[in-house]
């Protein structure tokens, strides 16, 4: 559902909480990160539609397990442009072959970790009595 502040090109800070589902906080971080620049009106900060989708490009890589660190990197490649001859786009971000195997791994390592923790919770509850 468009804002009023879409059809200015404009986003306010609370548009923009509302619409990705993330809190002033997490934007006002990103923004302290330098992720994100919203400009100024006063007090008010106004976000262009490149903050916009930035912040989407932010939390895709957030959601693929990648730390702002490296999403940093990412979205200064997605500025220069030249990284898209040998990247594939995933989710709107150009990763390398390198990235996606690297954080293929990382990821099923932690599946593991975390399928292993179940395992072991499961066997405990079950040799607890029922409340």
């Known amino acids: 559902m468009p804002t009023q502040a879409d059809e200015a090109g404009e986003y306010t800070i609370s548009d923009l909480a509302r619409d990705f589902g993330v809190t002033l906080r997490t934007l006002r971080f990103y923004e302290s990160r330098g992720l994100i620049a919203p400009t100024r009106s006063g007090m008010a900060r106004v976000y262009s539609p490149r903050d916009r ?3 989407a490009l932010i939390l895709k890589g957030k959601q693929l397990g990648f730390t702002l660190v490296e999403i940093r990197a990412m979205l200064a490649n997605e500025d220069k442009k030249g990284a898209a001859d040998k990247a594939a ?4 971000l150009q990763l390398s072959r390198d990235q996606i195997v690297e954080q293929l791994d990382l990821l099923r390592s932690q599946r593991a970790e975390i399928e292993s923790a179940i395992t072991e919770l499961e066997a405990s509850l079950s040799r607890m009595p029922k409340a």
Do not use: M, Q, S, Y
Not at 89 to 92: A, R
């Open 53 to 55: 989708a930035r912040l």
């Open 89 to 92: 786009n995933v989710g709107g």
